[in-house]
């Protein structure tokens, strides 16, 4: 009897753990292979210097496009909009991405502390 109250009882615990794995990313998106996923971030205007990065190694998501989305009007440097960039699962992907992203100045290149991070994760759907 205790031998299964027991493995009950690490069965739950398990569970609770994979339930709050999510809980350590800023964001979690489905991403279906031949798909693309539109991530939003807030941003400043490009000519501050500052957009976001990928910091991280990639093996199965890949970056198609990095865009601004402003308010309509005159463009200051200190106006807020948005950074959207756009991720695509590759061929053969299978599991799961997590992906550091980084506010930064990109002129002082990837050694620039960044004003900001997220850590987002993709779900590859097969």
């Known amino acids: 009897m205790r031998k299964y109250v027991f493995a009950i009882a690490s069965l739950v615990f398990l569970f609770s753990c994979a339930a709050n794995d999510d809980a350590d990313y800023d964001a979690v998106y489905k991403i279906g292979l031949a798909e693309n996923v539109n991530v939003e971030l807030p941003a ?29 009007g005159n463009m200051t440097t200190n106006m ?6 756009t991720f695509r699962a590759t ?7 997590a992906v550091t992203l980084a506010y930064i100045k990109t002129a002082e290149g990837f050694d620039a502390v960044p004003l900001e991070t997220r850590k987002i994760k993709f779900v590859i759907m097969q």
């Open 80 to 85: 807020q909009g948005k950074q959207i960039l």
């Open 44 to 72: 400043a205007n490009p000519a501050s210097g500052y957009s976001w990065v990928v910091t991280s190694t990639m093996r199965n998501v890949t970056i198609m496009d990095s865009s601004f989305n402003y308010p309509k």
């Open 91 to 97: 061929l053969g992907a299978r599991g799961s991405e």
